[in-house]
Each structure stands twice: as structure tokens, then as C-alpha cells.
């Protein structure tokens, strides 16, 4: 297909891109087509040159009234699989060139045959050949939302757009309605049809349904008003906070204040917000921030860090990590970037001692610098209770320790040996810059402790046989005095560097190896390989050791439970890993940083471990409740289904044994035709209940097969026979096929129904309809009786139990009772819900089996097919 010639006519703008105007609703019926249709007649009543491309009225009378007055563009016929359709014919709306076109369902998918796939390449078209466009679209259609939405309403959504799309609207209109005043137009007849009323109030457009994706579509918009905010700012270069909502920033070290920080951060932002929840997503406007070092060594405990960021999640905040090597700056650069109204830090760890020599630390200057930030400083247990000087990192080896002090003397001394030798070949720097170079060698190796020994050893050398007056430790010249003294420092100070950048290297080293480690155990959970065994294998293997064995210590005496490994020798590491079970590692002596990451280890193999032994204990306690469910179920139907046949059965025998009255031929007929049809029913039950009981037994399985309601509710009308209340059905046919027992799916019908013929008011119908939603059917059961109260709906499914009923000679009260559990024991939900304008629905659900060439679930595409 070529794509259209575009025409331009008088009204289009040729030489800039139309503007597109998207009016976006939560749901159908909240009135987007008819708000479009009342801004086009707007703009057509001051002027503008207004058309309609396509618009859907659905046989709604006063979406049809609004295209009074407003030129249509005739629509293009198309013919797909032996059925004609119309589209919105895109040549012809070119050629007409209008200002403004007015275009419906921007989520619509075309019929083939057209130049795009999607109504909204369509509109493109128009806007790129400087047409504006007016559009509208729900909230179920954007791709980012589909999963989310199908979630809670249970329908997928075939039709979708990308989410770029409508943000590149030049205007977002939200077209807003209560949940219930949505249903209230409904049940006035002004979405759908009157018969479709009923089915759509039952399904999608349920009240919880419908305030959610309402709250969704209100968030979704005001993230959008955010955006533009955010940009707008951006582009005009406003640094300063916009107190348009509050937004609270904490900042995390990774120290044990930092959830006593989280926790005030949180009180903080609920009380800004009124206690309820605003954000993106329903979260707080709660934000935690962790500053890490550029080169990536900083101090901060990745494990509290981990706390931390569970904690901030869970009471509704994000977690954000920053980098910057200046705290205060990138902290308030942070928060003003998010346009933060108020920042929590907590009061310095540090001393007065140590305040006193260092200065000002990190939030005096982020007081002082905040602007029109409001800053809190929180304090907490470990406020002041720092120390003076950071403790440097003790991780040389042993040799090293001891060698490092040695060579600050030995090698000076051995230096100065070599130079006596040869005095004369050098002068003085070149001596001072071999010393310099000595005390360089003495920090690789032994740090800067030795490294100042080594300084102190060659300062007294060179001072006593290289400088005048040599032999004494005198100094007989001002430069020279000045010359010691800056090798001296400068001694120091490369010495010291020197080390330092010797640790970071090894942190770096080590930093980089407990991450590769990690990785590859965050790589084998993602895998699913969360077995004990596995994960102790792992861990044997990541640390090079000989075996990694899981104990198990119930009452004091341990026993093996899973074991890595065959080593007997070799130093031991015992980590709890639980309160009875603890991980013992076989091999070598582990280091400091190696134990750190050994605790990562043991808490993945104790949450494997927990998981393992709740698998463990459902798996033994599920036989026990399905064994429980069955037994209630065996029960109640031994004193309910079984009295209907055996009385049938008994008055039939008993009137043609009588001798006082004389039976016609035909009498006779039809009551050994009623006996015949009770005994047969009697034997149907029989047999069930003796394979519900070697089901109960473990000897039988359930036939779960795939089964139509179609076939299924026929029978179980059969057996429920006549009653004052007729039974209409609805949808059996298109319903998908549910994987079930098919006799206990009819008993459960027949049950159904019965009640609810029982409460039926004379002179009306029982509603029997079958639907899919997500991955099960539903078989909805319908009565327009008095309905029950919330607080009755579970009681009516316990025994004995026959809630509104006055005639105690219609059973024992267990139809219902015996209907859930026949239900669940089918892996299925028996629920009761209210009939849409009185009356009590029973909703009957299974899940959809997946028959053989597969079972296509109907699922809707557009407003029509959701009722």
C-alpha cells in the first residue's frame, strides 16, 4: 500500500506539524466522544475549519446530537473475511486539508487495507500535513498500563498504543466521572444497551473496578503535569523549589541511623500530604538518597544499605543512589533537581572534638546552603558518638607488618652504605631524591606507619654523613636546613599517598571480586536455582573451599541436613543461618572482607531454606484440607441430594402398592416412569458419592476435563424440574470451555438454581450467564429476590443454614454449603454478589482449560464488547 497523497487545502498550516489535543478517560461511557464532539462545535462556532475524520457514537442520543452542525467526511468501506466495515477514510481528509479533524478510538486497530496498522499512524499522517487533530483515548489502551490493568479488571486489552505517543500531545484533557456515577448512567440506558446493562455492571464495570483505573488515570495525568513542570523549569533555568506538592528527601549513609532517619522522613511526608497518598503510583512523595563516592570506596555497609532501601520501599518511598564526591552539593543538587521541599539529614556521628579539628561537617553545610529548602537535622543514638580520626583499613599480611618496620630501618641504612661509597659522583638532591625514592618503597611495603619510620631513619642519614657538617647532626647552611625540611615533608606526604592509593587498590580489588561474587549469586536466584543444595555449592565454590555443610540442631543435637563437598579437614567457619540451623564451611582461614560476604551467602541459604520448608508444609497440609473439604461436601450430600429421588421414588411405589385407589393404565405408567427416573437419579448420586469417597481416599482422581457450560446446565435444568421462576440463559455458547468435572458442575447448577428459583418473586426470571474474565469463566446465576446483607454472605454457605427461607420442609440447608465445596475441590470460587438492581448473583468460577488446538477467551477490543 502506497502511502496517501497528501492534498493541502486552505485550512491545514502548511510548513509546521498540526497540534494534537487528547482527551484521555478512565473507562468507556465517562464522556471522552461526547467532550471531543463539544470542543470541536466550539471551535467550528468562532470560525475554525472543523471536520470529522471518525467518530464512534455507540447509539448513544446525545453523542449523536453533538455532530449536528459539524461536516462529515464520508468513511472508506472495507471488506475483511466476508464482512464489510467502515474506517476513517485518511485520503479523503487530506484532500479536504481542514484545520482541525476530530478522530475517535486513537487506540484502534485498522482494518486491512489501509496505509497503517493503527489509527494513531493515521493521525500522524494529519498532523505531520499541519491538521490538528482532537482525539480521544482510555486509560486501558496505553502500553505501559496493559499488564496493570488486566490485572484488576481481568480483560485484556488487545488494543493498544505506545505511552510516547500521547505524551507528545500538545494537551491532555482528562475527562473524569465518579465510579458510581458511572454506573448510574449506565443503568439509565445511556452507554450500552438495556440487555447488555446487567453483564457489564457484573463485570467490568464493577465499583472497584472502576475507582481504580479512575486513580490510575488521574495519576497517569498528573505525572504528565509533573513532566511538563519539570521541563518547563529546566528550560528556562529555574534552580529555585516550586512548592506545588511536597516532596521529602532523606539522606542514607549506610550507617545504623539511617532507618531512625527513614522512619521520621516518612511521618514527615504522610503529615504533608494529609495522611493520605500522593505520587506517581498512590506512593508518598518520599525519596532516600545515598551519596557514594565517585571512585566508588565508600564505607557504607551495602547490607544496611539493603535494609534501608527494603524499608523506604515499604512504607511507599523510591530509593535513589547518587554519585558525588562532595556530599552537601550533590545532595541539594539531588533534591532541587526533584523540586524537594524539605531534606532530613541526621545529626554528625562525629565528636566535639572531632568537630572541633575538622571543621564543619556535611549538614552545617547543607544548612547553610539550602536555600528554600527546609532542612531537618534529626538526632539519634549515635549522634557525637563517632570517632576523632577514621580508623584505617588493618588488612596487610602478617609478613607485610612485620617487614614493613624492618625495611624503614634497614633499607635507608643500606642506602646510605652505597652512597658513603661513592661521595662525590652526586650531589646532595640527587642523594635526597634516592632517599625520597627509599621511603617510596618502605610504604609499598609496609604502609605509612613504616613508611614514617623510613622518613625519620633517612632525615637523621642524610643530615649526619651527606650535609655539611658531615659527621654531626648539624647543619651549617640555612638551604640545606631548608632542603631537609621539605624532603622531610615531602617524604611524608608521598608516603602517605602512596598508601592510601596502595588500600584503595586493594578495596577496589576486593570491592570488585565481592561483586562478581554477589552477581553470580544474584544470577543463580534469577535462574531459579534456589535449592539448598545448589546454593551451597556456590558458596563452597566462590570461596575455594573444601565442603559447605547446612546443620540442622532441633534440640541440641545436630544432625547433617545438606552438605557441598567431601572436606574433613582444614579450619572450620560456623554461620547461623536460622535459629536452629547453622552453615559450617570446611578449608581455609577466611578473611575479614570474606566473612562479610559469607553473611550475604547465609541469608540467601536461609530464605532458601524457609522457602524449602513452607513449600514442604503446604504440600502436606493441602491433601489434609482438600480431604476436609471433600469429607464436608460427602456429608451434606448423604441428608440433601439424596432425599429427592428416594422420596420421589418412595411416594411412587407406595401409591401403586396402595389398594384404595384404582390407577388408571396410564397413572400406572407414569408413576412407574417417576419411580424409574428417582431410582436412576438415586444411582447417578450413588456412584458420584462413592467416587467423591475414593477421592477422598486417595484412590480416585478428579476427572478434570475440559467441559462446556453449554452441555453441562441443560442437564442440571433437567434435574431441577419445574418451579414457579422460569430459568433464561445468556452466553453459554460463547463462553470458553472451563476445566471441570462435568457431573459435579452440574450438581453444582442444579443446586444454584434451585435456590434461587426458591427466593425469585413471582412473575420473574432466573438469569443464568457465562463469561470470561482473565484466565477463568465465570457462571453467573441470577435472581431478582431480596438479596442478602453483607454481613450474611459467608453464614449462607455453612450448614444448616437457610437464611431467609420460612418453609423448613425444602431441605436441611446444605445446597449452597455443598456447592463451595464441590466448587473448591475443582480448584474453582463459589461467590455471591449483588444482582444489579436487586436481587443476589452466585458466580460460579472456574479456570479456563486449555483444550486441544486451544481455546481463544474472548477478550474485548473495543467499548462494545466490554458489557
Known amino acids: 500500500m502506497t502511502q496517501p497523497v497528501v492534498t493541502a487545502g486552505t485550512g491545514a498550516r502548511q510548513g509546521r506539524p498540526g497540534k494534537l489535543k487528547v482527551f484521555l478517560g478512565a473507562a468507556p461511557g465517562v464522556g471522552k466522544t461526547y467532550r471531543m464532539l463539544d470542543e470541536g462545535r466550539r471551535r467550528a462556532a468562532r470560525g475554525t475549519d472543523v471536520v470529522v475524520g471518525y467518530v464512534e457514537c455507540h447509539k448513544r442520543p446525545q453523542t449523536e446530537a453533538k455532530l449536528d452542525g459539524l461536516e462529515i467526511v464520508p468513511r472508506a468501506a472495507r471488506s475483511y473475511r466476508g464482512a464489510d466495515f467502515t474506517e476513517m477514510d485518511l485520503d479523503a481528509v487530506l484532500a479536504r486539508a481542514p484545520q482541525v479533524a476530530l478522530v475517535d478510538e486513537m487506540a484502534h486497530t485498522n482494518i486491512p487495507g ?56 500538545d494537551e491532555i484533557e482528562l475527562v473524569d466521572m465518579p465510579a458510581e456515577a458511572l454506573r448510574r448512567r449506565m443503568a439509565h440506558g445511556n452507554v450500552y444497551a ?74 514527615i511526608a504522610e503529615r504533608s500530604s494529609g495522611g493520605g497518598a500522593s505520587g506517581a503510583g498512590g506512593t508518598r512523595d518520599l525519596l532516600a538518597v545515598h551519596i557514594a563516592r565517585s571512585d566508588g570506596l565508600a564505607d557504607a555497609s551495602p547490607a544496611a544499605l539493603s ?155 642524610l643530615n649526619y654523613f651527606f650535609i655539611p657538617p658531615i659527621g654531626r647532626f648539624t647543619i651549617g647552611e640555612t638551604n640545606n636546613v ?46 531459579g536455582d534456589q535449592a539448598v543444595e545448589v546454593l551451597l555449592q556456590r558458596t563452597r565454590e566462590a570461596f575455594g573451599l573444601e565442603s559447605a555443610d547446612l546443620v540442622h540442631k532441633p534440640s541440641g543435637h545436630g544432625r547433617l541436613a545438606v552438605t557441598a563437598g567431601d572436606g574433613e579437614t582444614g579450619d572450620t567457619v560456623a554461620v547461623a543461618v536460622g535459629p536452629q540451623d547453622t552453615l559450617v564451611l570446611r578449608g581455609r582461614r577466611l578473611a575479614a572482607s570474606e566473612r562479610r560476604v559469607l553473611v550475604a551467602f547465609a541469608g540467601h541459604v536461609a530464605s532458601a531454606l524457609e522457602r524449602a520448608r513452607l513449600a514442604e508444609v503446604a504440600a502436606e497440609v493441602e491433601p489434609v484440607k482438600a480431604a476436609d473439604r471433600m469429607r464436608t461436601a460427602l456429608l451434606a450430600a448423604v441428608g440433601h441430594d439424596l432425599r429427592t429421588p428416594l422420596a420421589g421414588a418412595w411416594a411412587a411405589v407406595s401409591s401403586l402398592r396402595s389398594r384404595e385407589v384404582d390407577f388408571s393404565a396410564e397413572d400406572r405408567e407414569e408413576l412407574l416412569t417417576t419411580a424409574e427416573e428417582s431410582l436412576a437419579r438415586l444411582s447417578r448420586l450413588v456412584d458420584n458419592l462413592l467416587d467423591m469417597s475414593r477421592l477422598q481416599a486417595g484412590a480416585l482422581q478428579l476427572t478434570l476435563r475440559p467441559t462446556a457450560f453449554a452441555e453441562v446446565v441443560p442437564l442440571a435444568l433437567d434435574s431441577v424440574g419445574d418451579a414457579t421462576a422460569p430459568v433464561v440463559t445468556q452466553g453459554l455458547d460463547e463462553a470458553p470451555l472451563a476445566l471441570a468435572d462435568p457431573p459435579l458442575v452440574e450438581r453444582v447448577v442444579a443446586n444454584l438454581v434451585t435456590n434461587a428459583q426458591r427466593h425469585a418473586p413471582e412473575g ?25 446483607p453483607p454481613a450474611d454472605r459467608e453464614r449462607v454457605f455453612a450448614p444448616f443454614q437457610r437464611l431467609g427461607d420460612t418453609d423448613n420442609t425444602t431441605g436441611l440447608g446444605l445446597g449452597l454449603a455443598l456447592s463451595r465445596g464441590l466448587t473448591e475441590a475443582m480448584g474453582g470460587t463459589l461467590t455471591p454478589e449483588d444482582t444489579p438492581g436487586g436481587g443476589l448473583t452466585m458466580v460460579l468460577s472456574l479456570p479456563v482449560a486449555d483444550a486441544p488446538g486451544g481455546v481463544a477467551t474472548p477478550t474485548p477490543g473495543d467499548e462494545e464488547a466490554l458489557a
Open 114 to 169: 489501509g496505509a497503517h496498522a493503527k489509527r494513531w499512524q493515521d493521525i500522524e499522517v494529519l498532523l505531520d500535513a499541519g491538521i490538528d487533530v482532537l482525539t480521544a483515548v482510555n486509560i486501558q489502551h496505553l502500553e505501559s498500563l496493559n499488564d496493570v490493568v488486566e490485572k484488576i479488571t481481568g480483560v485484556p486489552q488487545r488494543e493498544t498504543l505506545p505511552d510516547e505517543v500521547v505524551r507528545r500531545a
Open 194 to 267: 438495556p440487555e447488555k446493562v446487567d453483564a457489564a455492571l457484573s463485570n467490568y464495570f464493577r465499583v472497584g473496578n472502576l475507582t481504580a483505573l479512575r486513580e490510575l488515570a488521574l495519576l497517569w495525568v498528573a505525572g504528565r503535569v509533573d513532566e511538563a513542570l519539570q521541563k518547563y523549569r529546566t528550560e528556562h533555568g529555574i534552580g529555585r523549589v516550586w512548592e506545588t506538592r511536597e516532596r521529602v528527601v532523606v539522606a542514607l549513609t549506610g550507617g545504623p541511623e539511617g532507618e531512625t532517619l527513614i522512619r521520621r522522613a516518612a511521618r
Open 307 to 461: 535494609r534501608q532501601r527494603a524499608l523506604v520501599e515499604s512504607l511507599g518511598g523510591s530509593f535513589h543512589s547518587v554519585v558525588g564526591d562532595h556530599v552537601p552539593t550533590a545532595l541539594l543538587d539531588f533534591a532541587r533537581a526533584e523540586n524537594a521541599t524539605q531534606l532530613v539529614v541526621g545529626v554528625s556521628r562525629r565528636g566535639r572534638l572531632a568537630r572541633f579539628v575538622t571543621g564543619r561537617g556535611v549538614g552545617e553545610t547543607i544548612v547553610e546552603r539550602s536555600g528554600d529548602i527546609d532542612v531537618h537535622m534529626v538526632s539519634h543514638e549515635r549522634a557525637g558518638r563517632g570517632r576523632l580520626l577514621s580508623t584505617p583499613s588493618n588488612d596487610l599480611p602478617f609478613v607485610r607488618k612485620v617487614a614493613g618496620p624492618v625495611a624503614g630501618f634497614v633499607l635507608p641504612a643500606l642506602l646510605t652504605v652505597v652512597l658513603a661509597n661513592t661521595r662525590g659522583h652526586l650531589n646532595l638532591t640527587s642523594e635526597a631524591l634516592l632517599f625520597l625514592l627509599t621511603v617510596v618503597g618502605v610504604a609499598c611495603i609496609g604502609g605509612v606507619v613504616s613508611a614514617l619510620l623510613a622518613s625519620v631513619t633517612a632525615s637523621l642519614l
Open 482 to 527: 631548608l632542603a631537609l625540611a621539605v624532603f622531610a615533608v615531602v617524604a611524608v606526604t608521598v608516603a602517605t599517598i602512596v598508601d592510601r592509593s596502595l588500600r584503595l587498590s586493594r578495596r577496589a580489588a576486593g570491592a570488585t571480586a565481592e561483586a562478581e561474587t554477589l552477581s553470580s549469586l544474584a544470577g543463580n536466584i534469577l535462574r
Open 764 to 788: 420473574t426470571k432466573v438469569l443464568i450467564g457465562a463469561s470470561a474474565l482473565g484466565g477463568r469463566v465465570e457462571l453467573r446465576v441470577a435472581d431478582r429476590g431480596p438479596g442478602l
